[in-house]
Nanobody, 121 residues
Framework: VRLVESGGGLVQSGGFLRLSCAASGSIFSIDAMGWYRQTPGKQRELVATITSGGGSTNYADSVKGRFTISRDNAKNTMYLQMNSLKPEDTAVYYC???????????????WGQGTQVTVSS
């Protein structure tokens, strides 16, 4: 399973961005997915997660009410709509997925390469 993020960039404070994470390759199943972010010198932190069917989501307190996670299983794609962006949202955002490449294999934890989000004040 290969994850590729897109949609990052430079935006002014108060602006918005929409990140996408497309899964490709050998995919038997993709279960929970999530977005994480990391700034230099800090540990990677959870931003939001979503269950396999999309029925349950979870957000970090710092993004609640501003970010919305969603997924389109028909397209094997997950999204993160980020509104009211703040300078402290500046980070590299990573896509994460738990899935299996084949029916006879266990599930693995997959990561994308990351996409930079920069919010200017």
């Amino acid at each position: 399973v290969r994850l590729v993020e897109s949609g990052g960039g430079l935006v002014q404070s108060g602006g918005f961005l929409r990140l996408s994470c497309a899964a490709s390759g050998s995919i038997f199943s993709i279960d929970a997915m999530g977005w994480y972010r990391q700034t230099p010198g800090k540990q990677r932190e959870l931003v939001a997660t979503i269950t396999s069917g999309g029925g349950s989501t979870n957000y970090a307190d710092s993004v609640k009410g501003r970010f919305t996670i969603s997924r389109d299983n028909a397209k094997n794609t997950m999204y993160l709509q980020m509104n009211s962006l703040k300078p402290e949202d500046t980070a590299v955002y990573y896509c994460n997925a738990v899935g299996s490449p084949h029916r006879d294999e266990p599930t693995y934890n997959y990561w994308g390469q990351g996409t930079q989000v920069t919010v200017s004040s």
